[in-house]
């Protein structure tokens, strides 16, 4: 599993010329069950997602895919970890 941190490094009102693009992105890949969870940073400096991916060469070529990335407003860092404990309801996220 891979938490990717996104930090925007342009104004707001680029990313925001952007978002529209970025969350149809995020919806494919919900769609092919690749990220797990996403959102905001508090206060809004960037974002963060959850994602399974293969391994972080592939993870990588899917985020080249963002509108973000693309057009150069925010910056990513992954880290790969390895769930082994989580609540019950969150199981399924758990790797041996």
Do not use: C, W
């Amino acid at each position: 599993m891979f938490i990717v941190s996104l930090n925007y490094v342009s104004a707001l009102d680029q990313v925001d010329a952007l978002l529209e693009g970025h969350i149809e992105f995020l919806n494919r890949q919900y769609e092919k069950k690749i990220f797990i969870a996403s959102g905001r940073k508090v206060p809004r400096t960037g974002g963060v997602i959850f994602a399974r991916a293969k391994n972080k060469e592939a993870l990588n070529t899917i985020l080249e895919q963002d509108p973000f990335y693309k057009k150069g407003v925010a910056e990513y860092e992954v880290t790969e970890f390895v769930p082994t404990m989580t609540l019950p309801e969150f199981a399924n996220l758990n790797e041996s």
